[in-house]
């Protein structure tokens, strides 16, 4: 591992050049047909499916140079402009949707985990159940045939059976993950845990960072980097000292990506301090939403079209895609639209929480394994960001983290989910938590973000974006109640209760009504399911029910479904309680 010291000169070089041209850009994947091609740019401007991500998701009948060439011959002989009804032939000769994953059954699945006997609501431990009952539905396994001819697919094979998050997101996603991992290991299927990180690890071999979802077209994107986090859990709930002995070595590559390719240098205060950014620097629209990102470009420069490219890659690496958390106004206001987009100059809270947990963590292993050189310099470099977070992100009079905007120097004092990260991922040490922690939660509470009967909102602005008001998102429910729990006071601990009580309620009356989990909730309607964005909502939903499981499983004790429970722990489940009857 290179110091922080020795990287610091050259990394502020290139990220001086980065953030000045967009030159030079690699294309978005290896794989013209579903990244870089005039197949893809006819096939998708023509709107052949409603949604972007259905042609791409298409596996090729023949070979890519066949099915380029081919192509070619249909725009020579349509004077480059083939007809809607052509292309659609086209798509039908030469793609199929077979299906490249198939169910599967996790061997340790089990009907009745013991963590249900654990929770004191009856309705509640119905509700329990009737999620654990989902994760056979979201399980999934690669098809023999993707094997045999894995270069006509857009989806990069994986070892072992997965959980899907459910809808369109049919592959293994990266952030999704943690929360199912934690969930799976509820459940008591620590084997499919397992499975799940080390197919994660596939991909970080294979591309050297853990793209978006095992997908080619997600080739250049990566996720908050929470596989650290997800091996922490699954040695929390396993003791699995040799797998975390096998995999060490790539944690330390995966912050090794982070550190070369999103670091930036940001000078306040007289001082220099390395941190974290969200940057996706390649051409073109994302793939899956071609039609997208190109038609929101019309009448750009080319400059400011490379630009919009790369900052709209850059913001759904950051999962929040998208929300006015990453949209700089020219008066450097969020109050923009998806035009205003530029995530390059934000340095976001939770994804330099991320990484500094990240490394203290990987400090920890190392000791464990007693690794104890190795152990110090991840420390020293864990305490180095954790300073940093503290002299850049941390805001004195408001008591808060905010998100830090390096065109202007300025912190973005907005409220948002992410903004209290740092105490999720125990990245502030424990002197700043005993000056700090109780202000901290002062300020949650007036912040207006805990008014809802809905669950925590990512934002108070209603942009008409996915990561805005009202739009709930389990992660950010999860991230805020263990941030209160980890202030450890009394008075904090009581509050993450009642901030997990009124979003799982919610979930339950969802589930009640709809026999479904969603993706996300609606802050204002318990229950509803949240709008906006540019897909429809999705069924199933993995870090849903990660994340209920989580609280049911921590607060399983306390928590009631309704205020008429709390005396009756054994109150009778509602008529309308019952297993779900389908999924994604
Ligand atoms: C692709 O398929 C064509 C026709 O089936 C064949 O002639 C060609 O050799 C193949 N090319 C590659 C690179 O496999
Ligand atoms: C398409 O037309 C161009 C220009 O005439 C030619 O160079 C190219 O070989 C043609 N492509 C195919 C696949 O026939
Ligand atoms: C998973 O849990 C089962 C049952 O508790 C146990 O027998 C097994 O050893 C565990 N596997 C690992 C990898 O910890
Ligand atoms: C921070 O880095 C810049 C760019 O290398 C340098 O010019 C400046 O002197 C540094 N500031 C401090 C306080 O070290
Ligand atoms: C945001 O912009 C809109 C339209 O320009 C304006 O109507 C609204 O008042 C602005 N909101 C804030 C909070 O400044
Ligand atoms: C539950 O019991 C406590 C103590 O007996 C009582 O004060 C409270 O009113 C009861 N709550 C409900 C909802 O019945
Ligand atoms: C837009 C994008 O890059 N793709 C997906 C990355 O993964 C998340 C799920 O965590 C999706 O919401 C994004 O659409």
Redesign the pocket.
Known sequence: MVSFYKMRECL?LLAVAALASAADLLPTCDRPVYCDSALLHQVQMARIYEDSKTFVDLQMKYNESKTLNDFEVLMNDTNQSPSRAQLQQFVDDYFSSDGELEDWTPSDLSDNPAFLETIKDKEFRAFGKGINDIWPLLARKIKAAVLEKPEQHSLVPLTHGFIIPGGRFKEIYYWDSFWIIEGLLISGMNETAKGMIENLIELLIKFGHIPNGSRWYYQERSQPPLLTAMVAVYYKYTQDISFVRDNIGHLENEMEFWLNERSV?V?KD???HTLFRFFAPSDGPRPESYYEDYSNTIGFSEEDRNNFYIDIKSAAESGWDFSTRWFITPDGSNNGSLTDIHTRYIIPVDLNAIIAGALQQIAVFNALLLNLQKSYEYAALASDLRNSIEAVLWNKEDSMWYDYNIRDNSHRKYFYSSNVAPLWQNAVSSSFLQANGAKVMTQLEQSGGLDFPGGVPTSLIRSGEQWDFPNVWPPEVSIVVNALENIGTAEAKALAVEVAQTFVRSCHWGFQEYKQMFEKYDAENPGKYGGGGEYNVQFGFGWSNGAVLEFLHKYGSVLTASDNNVNDTTAAPSSTTGPPNSSA
Do not use: A, D, L
Request: glycine fraction near 16%; proline fraction near 0%.
């Open positions: 502020m240098n000078e007289g001082k220099n």
